[in-house]
């Protein structure tokens, strides 16, 4: 198919590194790509306790900042 | 405690749908799943908040293998907005109200099949994460957007 070139200027640019990365991904099948992507690692207080539940995910996110490590991310930023 | 298998995700498929339960992976999981290159720790699944659906999830949960105590079960049956479980056969986080996301049936309607994996759309996925404004969405957020646009251009969405 012809593309109109007013088109391609429309088209959003992806970094070529990522796009390779999507199109490698892409030829992979689903258990592998599962495979390559769950990992475990512990992660210090989230991990410490079996079982939390939040009546919000404002007090979700609220328990996160007031006690979880910075470098985890999980604060807003 | 090991990562999450495809074997793994297999099991939550049909347990949940041998007993009805209404839901969607989300997250970067879900993302995964939707052929998103990345690595992630655990399962996000967005679960319908309803009584009936709490119930058949307590139900497939414990086939799935999660321990769940009588008050532990009944919070996770009531439809808490968000619970966490790590004592499982894999790191496991329920989440009945996803920031960014109007409702359930909103996201279900808009949602994506993979292999019988019922998955939010990338879309939903973007919004939940900017909605969160956590610290780690952040760093995601552009090469999710960058995966959006490549699947638009796969015609996949």
């Known amino acids: ?16 590194e990522w796009l390779a990365e999507f ?25 410490d306790e079996p079982f939390r539940a939040f009546d919000t995910m ?20 | 405690m090991a990562a999450f298998e495809y074997r793994q995700a297999e099991e939550v498929r049909d347990a949940f749908a041998r007993h009805g339960v209404e839901y969607l992976f989300l ?6 799943l939707l052929g998103f290159p990345d690595t992630t720790q655990d399962v996000d699944v967005f679960v319908k908040p309803s009584e009936t659906n709490g119930k058949a999830l307590v139900a497939a949960l414990g086939e799935l293998g999660f321990v769940l105590t009588t008050e532990r079960a009944a919070e996770v049956a009531r439809g808490k907005d968000f619970v966490q479980i790590r004592n499982g056969p894999f790191d496991l986080d329920l989440v009945f109200a996803p920031d960014g996301i109007e409702s359930f049936d909103d996201a279900s309607r808009r949602h994506l099949e993979v292999a019988g994996f019922p998955v939010c759309h990338i879309d939903d996925i973007i919004a939940s994460k900017e909605a969160a404004r956590r610290a780690k ?11 959006r646009d490549y699947l638009r251009q796969q015609g996949r969405i």
């Not at chain 1, 198919?1 to 070529?16: K, T």
């Not at chain 1, 892409?26 to 769950?38: G, N, S, T, V």
């Not at chain 1, 404002?58 to 930023?77: K, Q």
């Open chain 2, 27 to 32: 997250g970067k999981s879900g993302a995964i």
């Open chain 1, 23 to 47: 199109e490698a991904a892409a030829r992979r099948p689903l258990e592998q790509r599962l495979r390559y992507a769950f990992i475990h690692t512990y992660k210090p207080v989230l991990d």
């Open chain 1, 58 to 77: 404002a007090d979700y996110r609220r328990w996160c900042e007031e006690n979880l490590p910075d470098w985890l991310g999980y604060g807003r930023v």
């Open chain 1, 1 to 16: 198919m012809n593309q109109n070139p007013s088109d391609i200027s429309a088209a959003p640019e992806i970094p070529a």
């Open chain 2, 137 to 147: 969405d952040r760093e995601s957020l552009p090469r999710l957007k960058s995966f």
